[in-house]
């Protein structure tokens, strides 16, 4: 889950083609996708990370990514292929995503809202359901996959296959921790 689920579009067709015959890996990128969207400013400051990031983690230089993604881009632009929405169009593996449309990591380092969800105005939340929008229609590759799915929905937890409350540790990350705060076992 979540740069993990990103580890999922980058290298599962590596992964894969490491395999004898016919064995097929499918993935579940699990809070992996997050998208290179505006935010409230219309600066598209996320891409940054990856941009700035490249060249110290030699990904796409040393094709540490998606190879058919690689193939498809000028050197220029070989950081989208450390982007999952840019890196699906060219997967040859099924995947299966799970994902928040808009979770507390997009609100507060894509979108930069400048709020947290218990504090925001009207105003903010408009601009949260843009962002919700528009990230759902970055899944469109995913779903033109012939065996591919999607479980998207707007929990504003980041990872939720996964106990995920700063780590399960007291005094986590409770903005993370909304309306999942234990499991119950029956």
């Not at 060219?90 to 930069?112: C, P, T």
């Not at 359901?129 to 591919?148: H, W």
Request: net charge negative.
């Amino acid at each position: 889950g979540s740069a993990g689920g990103l580890a999922v579009y980058l290298q599962l067709d590596h992964l894969a083609s490491l395999l004898p015959g016919t064995t097929t890996v499918p993935g579940l990128p699990a809070a992996g996708s997050s998208a290179d969207l505006p935010t409230t400013t219309g600066a598209h400051a996320y891409r940054g990370y990856f941009q700035g990031a490249d060249p110290v983690w030699n990904s796409t230089a040393g094709g540490g990514t998606n190879a058919a993604c690689l193939a498809s881009v000028d050197r220029g632009s070989a950081w989208k292929c450390l982007m999952a929405q840019y890196v699906v169009p060219y997967l040859k593996s099924r995947i299966f995503v799970m994902n928040a449309a808009l979770d507390v990591y997009q609100v507060q380092h894509i979108l930069e809202v400048g709020c947290v969800p218990s504090e925001c105005n009207g105003t903010q939340f408009t601009q949260m359901e843009s962002y919700r929008q528009a990230f759902v229609k970055t899944l469109a590759p995913v779903l033109a996959g012939k065996d591919n799915g999607c479980w998207v929905d707007s929990c504003l937890m980041h990872e939720q296959n996964v106990y995920y409350c700063g780590g399960g540790q007291p005094g986590g990350d409770s903005l993370n921790c909304q309306g999942w705060l234990h499991e119950e076992v029956q």
